[in-house]
Structures are given as C-alpha cells and as structure tokens.
C-alpha cells in the first residue's frame, strides 16, 4: 500500500514538474508589439498556405511586418520540411492548418474559399486536408 | 421439360433432380424459376454504359492528406519553439 502512495506521489511530482517546464517553453519566445497589436486588429491574419496575408489596406508598416515574419517562417519550414523529408508547401501547408487552429477569438483566418474569416470561439474553416 | 430449358445456363437443374420426389414441390419451384427466369429478363434489359471520358482518380489528395498527418506534430512543435514568428 506505502509503495504505491509512493509511486502515485512521485508521479504527481512529475506532472507537476512537467507542466510547469512546459509553460516556461512557451513563454520564452514572444511575438513583436507591433506583430502582436495588427494581429489582434485584425490587420493581419493567417493563411491557409502557412504564410500571414494583409486582411484590409495595405500600409508599408504592415507589408513590412508581414514580408519579415513570411521570410522568418519560409526559413523555419525549408529547414524543418528538409529534416522530415517533406516538401517546403507541404511543411507550410500543416504549419497553416494549425496556425488557423491556434487563433484566438477576434483574430482573422482565410477560409478554404479564400475569404477572411474573423476567429470566434467556434472551431474555424479550414482545408479538409488538415488535421483533426 | 420446359423448366429444365429454361435453367440450361444455370445452375438450378441441380435442385430440380433433388426435388423430383416431392410433385407439390416440384410445382412451386416451377413458378419460382418462372419468377427468377422474369427476373432475369428483367434484369437483362439494364444496360450499363461505360463514360466517354476517362475515369480519373485523384489520388493526390489523399496523398497529400497522408502527409500532412504525418507532419502534424512536427510543425505544432516548430509553432511552440518559433512562438515569435506565428
């Protein structure tokens, strides 16, 4: 009986352990401010090919924003779709279909149709092809 | 005789030799081949026409379907360790 307790306190540890390590991964790398506020304006949104679009008017500062993050991701997935033996659309496609999945309320998608979609709590509209 | 002519392509001249003791039976799968032999006729008059074009299977889609499964959750972890850029 003591052994068990045991093992299920140490187990609990563990989880407590891992949840906290896994909440610092995430904190440790932030978006930029300016990334940030036109994403929750709805300025930017996602796209379905894994890329950031511009939702409205295109702005320098916006095309600016959006042209630095696309060139920073494009070099993510080459990178990581070379190492999983994919195609680079391949990688950013996925990449897109989780991005989509990720927005938080508010935020803008793009719709299989090719529309701008505003977030609600409601799962989005994304290509069959991705992911459950 | 007639029933036996008419079931010459199939198989049931079989179950006319096992039924011949018994006429009452005999007389019922009589208008029960009757019956299958209309239908038959029937069925007969179907007609499928192949399509003039091609019959094209996309297997693309699946194709790509499969991978984007696989990489999954590989890219949700590029998501997490790139949170700056996504």
Same mark, same amino acid.
């Given at each position: 009986?003591?052994?068990?307790?045991?093992?299920?306190?140490?187990?609990?540890?563990?989880?407590?352990?891992?949840?906290?390590?896994?909440?610092?991964?995430?904190?440790?790398?932030?978006?930029?401010?300016?990334? !940030?506020?036109?994403?929750?304006?709805?300025?930017?949104? /996602?796209?379905?090919?894994?890329?950031?679009?511009?939702?409205?008017? /295109?702005? $320098?500062?916006?095309?600016?924003?959006?042209?630095?993050?696309?060139?920073?991701? +494009?070099?993510?997935?080459?990178?990581?779709?070379?190492?999983?033996?994919?195609?680079? /659309? !391949?990688?950013?496609?996925?990449?897109? =279909?989780?991005?989509?999945?990720?927005?938080? $309320?508010? !935020?803008?998608?793009?719709? @299989?149709?090719?529309?701008?979609?505003?977030?609600?709590?409601? $799962? @989005?509209? +994304?290509?069959? +092809? =991705?992911?459950? | *005789?007639?029933?036996?002519?008419?079931?010459?392509?199939?198989?049931? &001249?079989?179950?006319?030799? *096992?039924?011949?003791?018994? &006429? %009452?039976?005999?007389?019922?799968?009589?208008?029960?081949?009757?019956?299958?032999?209309?239908?038959? *006729?029937?069925?007969?008059?179907?007609?499928?026409?192949? &399509?003039?074009?091609?019959?094209?299977?996309?297997?693309?889609?699946?194709?790509?379907?499969?991978?984007?499964?696989?990489? %999954?959750?590989? %890219?949700?972890?590029?998501?997490?360790?790139?949170?700056?850029?996504?």
């Amino acid at each position: 009986m003591t052994t068990i307790r045991k093992n299920r306190l140490a187990l609990g540890l563990a989880a407590t352990v891992l949840s906290i390590g896994g909440l610092s991964a995430v904190a440790y790398a932030q978006r930029d401010p300016a990334y !940030e506020t036109a994403r929750s304006a709805g300025q930017v949104g /996602e796209k379905m090919d894994g890329y950031l679009g511009i939702v409205g008017a /295109e702005t $320098p500062s916006l095309k600016q924003i959006v042209n630095d993050i696309n060139i920073k991701r +494009r070099a993510v997935y080459a990178e990581k779709a070379q190492a999983a033996n994919a195609t680079l /659309e !391949e990688y950013a496609l996925t990449a897109g =279909c989780l991005a989509i999945s990720r927005t938080v $309320p508010g !935020e803008k998608y793009q719709a @299989p149709d090719g529309s701008w979609q505003t977030r609600t709590s409601a $799962p @989005p509209l +994304r290509d069959s +092809r =991705c992911p459950a | *005789m007639t029933d036996a002519e008419m079931t010459l392509k199939g198989p049931v &001249p079989k179950i006319l030799r *096992m039924q011949k003791g018994s &006429p %009452a039976l005999k007389g019922r799968c009589g208008m029960a081949l009757v019956s299958m032999a209309t239908l038959v *006729m029937l069925s007969g008059c179907i007609t499928v026409n192949a &399509p003039d074009k091609p019959i094209v299977i996309e297997l693309n889609i699946n194709i790509r379907q499969e991978v984007i499964y696989r990489l %999954a959750e590989d %890219a949700s972890n590029t998501i997490e360790e790139n949170a700056d850029i996504f």
